[in-house]
């Protein structure tokens, strides 16, 4: 049975097209790292690959049983944080094809170039920074070394290797303090997937790194090729105490607890709304 002609052209520019298309699934699925303490830029954890999120949260309440009633009375005493338990994988392969580049590495955050300067220089000193490429320099602006490094970094293993090494270690900084200031603890981790998770303060109660056997590994550097992630994440609202404003332009407006009176009113959320801070270079 011969092949049409139009199904031959199509199959022909189908396989002859690139392999992997990126979906942008990272502009709407990532985790900022915010670390305590003046001056520290944001961090951000791409999401290449859909994630798994389960979600629980629990009433606290006062049980009363009078005597005679078949029923029981309550009283709403508050609640408990929401848990958010994230499983996802890095796939170095996938990450390699679609991966844009260092712009989605650092967010500059709202800081004085001086003190981004100095964050990256303490940055650049810190023992969890991965060696090599990419360098923090792209906390404040695309150095020669960088620029040099994205032109190449489609034919560079090194280079998405050390992007994976990055992002392993910005997860397992996730439970750390800083030694060197132990007032300063863990960062906070602000969860954004799509629209039922938008910019959730959390903090990280543990991970757990797993290795696909399946998968295989990079011979060269013995790095899988399919690194399997799951956090254990709890809700972590503060804000400055006061009322709660959705999208606000400072996070510690929007992060104050909200009740079911946001979710009936115009923001109809309790999450407090994307931060209005993108890449820089964006």
């Known amino acids: ?20 298309t990126s979906k942008d ?7 900022d790292f915010v670390f305590p303490g003046d001056g520290y830029p944001r961090a951000r954890l791409p999401m290449y690959e859909n994630i798994e999120i389960s979600e629980s949260k629990n009433a ?7 005597v005679g009633r078949s029923s029981s009375l309550y009283s709403y005493a508050g609640a408990s944080s929401r848990v958010l338990k994230l499983s996802f994988f890095l796939t170095f392969p996938h990450i390699a094809a679609v991966h844009e580049g260092s712009l989605n590495r650092w967010l500059a955050g709202k800081v004085p170039d001086s003190e ?8 650049l000193d810190a023992k969890a920074l991965p060696a ?24 560079d293993v090194d280079g998405w ?30 969860l954004t997937h799509g629209p039922l998770y938008q910019n959730i303060p959390c903090i990280c109660k543990s991970y757990n790194l797993s290795y696909d056997p399946n998968s295989g590994m990079d011979h060269e550097s013995l790095l899988s090729r399919r690194i399997k992630v799951t956090m254990d994440l709890e809700e972590f609202r503060s804000g400055n105490f006061g009322e709660y404003e959705y999208k606000a332009a400072s996070e ?13 009113s115009e923001s109809a959320t309790t999450d407090p709304g994307l931060a209005p801070i993108e890449p820089k270079g964006k």
């Open 60 to 66: 606290n309440l006062v049980t009363y049983d009078p």
């Open 161 to 190: 290797l050390a992007y994976i090494k990055w992002w392993v270690n910005l997860i397992r900084s996730s439970v750390l303090n800083n030694q060197q200031n132990l007032m300063e603890g863990p960062p906070v981790i602000r």
């Open 132 to 155: 090599g490429k990419p360098k923090v320099e792209v906390a404040v602006g695309r150095a020669d070394a960088m620029a040099e490094f994205e032109k190449s970094s489609g034919k």
């Open 252 to 264: 510690l407006d929007s992060d104050n607890v909200a009740g079911w009176e946001a979710i009936v």
């Open 25 to 31: 699934i990272y502009k709407n699925s990532f985790l």
């Open 1 to 20: 049975m011969a092949i049409p002609f139009s199904l031959l052209g199509d199959l022909t520019s189908l396989l002859s097209g690139p392999a992997i």
């Open 116 to 123: 981004v300067a100095d964050a990256k220089k303490s940055m």
